[in-house]
């Protein structure tokens, strides 16, 4: 029809594509709210934990909103992100250990720890769905940020455990996966 | 990629529900003409249908995020921009307005004409009442558009819209 401008229509579809993606997005990340809740209301730091979910929630919704196979990162890597919170949360709460006179902070053993696991599980599920660098990128921004909520207990060497313990979990899960494939 | 223009439809609104912002004018080319054509068919006025048309097409991009990859894409899309359809003739009935087109006429072809329009108008009222997936299945039978089922399926799935529509038609007008 030459009454129709087109090329103006499809920009206004194309706007209300992308709102209805964004808004879908939010929505469909909103349950990852009731984490930062739980975190902020069990974390010593409220202001850090909120912090850092504000940022792990922008991360899901944008990653969701952008969609292709970097939105398939979402789950794995919100869901792996629970695991070195909710330890880096026990932590938190249990204190510290003592064996004779030496004392010590539990978090970063536990960040850690949560770290290492997290990363397995990533690498396990990346090389089984046998994802690209969007995935891998997008999960470890998830979970790194997910964990934080919970690292940040004892400020940055918390969130700096559980990177390593992240980085050697993938690694780990990487080389097992090679041997294991490897004739 | 698919030479069937339905099943290339179909597979570039998996990818527009997934994101692939490349496949946004390939759909918005492939159904505006099918959109135009189902409006005008329903609407009988090139003006309104085009409203219709282009508030239609808006939604079925709007919402091809929803896309369900097992059905086919046309009657999806068609089953919308009826339903758009409908409620923009049901607009017009309640502002009264008198499309152009519609202008009185004298001479017994223009009142064939005006009972031809309030009955497929009567018709469109009916149609959006049905649910989505029987308006699909009666859309791609009148409009010759592919679904998702074929042979007795199809014939079973269409007469049970048809039944429905025949007991919806009853309902709102009392006629048989």
Request: net charge positive.
């Amino acid at each position: 029809m030459d009454s129709v401008d087109l090329s103006q229509l499809e920009h206004r579809a194309r706007r209300k594509y992308e709102w209805a993606r964004a808004r879908r997005a939010l929505l469909g990340f909103a349950p990852s709210l009731g984490v930062v809740t739980i975190a902020a209301l069990a974390n010593k730091h409220p202001m850090s934990a909120v912090t850092f979910g504000a940022a792990m929630f922008v991360v899901g919704a944008g990653l969701l909103w952008y969609g292709r196979e970097i939105r398939r990162a979402v789950l794995p890597g919100l869901a792996m992100g629970i695991l070195p919170l909710a330890l880096a949360l026990c932590a938190n709460h249990m204190g510290h250990a003592c064996m004779g006179d030496h004392c010590m902070m539990l978090c970063v053993p536990a960040c850690s720890l949560g770290g290492l696991g997290a990363g397995v599980g990533i690498s396990i599920i990346g090389v089984r769905w046998k994802q690209s660098w969007p995935f891998w990128a997008g999960a470890t921004a998830l979970t790194l940020l997910t964990g934080a909520m919970g690292c940040s207990c004892v400020g940055y060497s918390g969130v700096a455990g559980l990177a390593v313990g992240y980085g050697v979990g993938l690694m780990w899960g990487f080389a097992q996966r090679r041997l294991s494939s490897s004739p | 990629m698919s030479t069937d223009p339905k099943a290339q439809l179909d597979s570039l609104l998996v990818r527009l529900a997934e994101g692939d912002r490349a496949a946004f004018t390939v759909v918005f080319r492939l159904l505006w003409p099918p959109l135009l054509r189902l409006c005008r068919s329903m609407l009988k006025n090139d003006a309104d249908a085009a409203d219709a048309a282009q508030q239609a097409l808006e939604k079925v991009l709007t919402r091809s995020s929803d896309y369900d990859r097992r059905r086919p894409g046309m009657p999806w899309a068609l089953g919308i921009a009826a339903w758009e359809c409908r409620t923009f003739a049901r607009k017009r009935a309640r502002r009264r307005e008198l499309p152009e087109e519609r202008a009185p006429e004298t001479g017994t072809g223009s009142e064939d004409e005006l009972a031809q329009r309030e009955l497929m108008q009567a018709a469109v009222a009916a149609l959006g009442e049905l649910s989505p997936q029987d308006r699909e299945a009666l859309v791609a039978t009148f409009w010759e558009e592919a679904t998702d089922a074929t042979g007795a399926t199809l014939r079973k799935r269409r007469e049970r819209a048809l039944k429905r529509l025949r007991d919806t038609f009853k309902r709102l007008y009392g006629l048989g």
